[in-house]
């Protein structure tokens, strides 16, 4: 079976598409086709680029070609962003981390293309070609691709290397049924609820004897993942120390954030600190 992947800018999609290489998949990505569709026209792939500014052609050939290839290849990996949406018989895997950890891998790789000044300015930088991306992609077709009710995977690399992620593919992959998502996230990347203050010690006693296994329940609220039930499950794992939490996701949600005093009483108790704080003004990537 084929696999789409796409995700945010950052997270990781070549290195993890790398890895499942080893384990006999080939990878197809956009900048592959881009180039094999320059070397044909006898142009270099800048010239292409500033072809494709003006020629809409341009993106009717990567997609067709996509389709074609979809349909005739097997066991290949499709590295692009609307792998998903011109590929639909395929396992379609969206990776993300969060923006502050996507800059920062940015930001140290040091691209000659990008050179930030900071960490924060990668980040102002990533946030906002994701946005266009998104106007821009919703233009030409008429579709999310941050929906993340697309895909089949939705799988945070914030905390986690490119071999658990891409095991981690294979192992949703192997039990894969059309219609029904998975979603894995670092559970120290979701924020707890009000009823979180009201956790007991049997309840949390049981969570960490594997007592409550069932995906917790989440959904965005400000644009920020948080709890809608199941705020003991989600402090046993990170107890535990889990790279990756099974949740249930829900788009816009009702509710409030969690205020300083509460956040700070769930680190308290979960041993940990949270890498980001909820954003009230979070930017609205996801939905």
């Not at 881009?34 to 341009?58: P, Y």
Request: glycine share 6%.
């Amino acid at each position: 079976m084929n696999i789409s992947i796409t995700g945010t800018l950052g997270s990781g999609k070549s290195s993890v598409c790398a890895v499942l290489e080893k384990h006999g998949y080939s990878t197809i990505s956009n900048g592959v086709l881009f180039r094999e569709i320059a070397k044909e026209k006898g142009i270099t792939v800048v010239e292409l680029n500033e072809l494709a500014k003006t020629d809409k052609s341009i993106d009717k050939m990567l997609d067709d070609r996509s389709i074609r290839l979809g349909k005739e290849r097997e066991n290949t990996i499709f590295d692009s962003r609307m792998g998903w949406h011109f590929i639909p018989d395929s396992f379609k895997v969206f990776l993300f981390a969060n923006m502050n950890e996507a800059a920062r891998r940015v930001y140290a790789a040091d691209r000659i293309s990008e050179a930030y000044q900071s960490e924060l300015d990668a980040k102002a930088d990533l946030i906002k070609r994701q946005l266009l991306e998104k106007e821009r992609f919703f233009s030409l077709y008429g579709v999310d691709y941050l929906d993340l009710h697309n895909y089949d995977l939705v799988i945070e690399s914030t905390s986690a290397s490119p071999e658990q992620v891409a095991e981690k593919i294979l192992e949703t992959l192997a039990e894969y049924h059309k219609d029904k998502q998975t979603m894995l996230l670092n559970p120290t990347s979701i924020y707890p609820s009000e009823t979180a203050s009201a956790i007991t010690k049997e309840e949390l006693e049981k969570a960490m004897e594997g007592g409550l296994s069932e995906p917790i329940q989440i959904g965005l609220i400000q644009n920020n993942f948080c709890v809608l039930k199941g705020d003991c499950r989600l402090l046993s794992s990170i107890l535990k120390k889990e790279t990756f939490l099974s949740v249930n996701y829900q788009k816009a949600a009702e509710g409030n954030l969690p205020d300083s005093d509460l956040l700070e009483k769930f680190e308290t108790l979960g041993e940990f600190t949270y890498k980001i704080r909820p954003e009230a003004d979070a930017p609205a990537i996801f939905c």
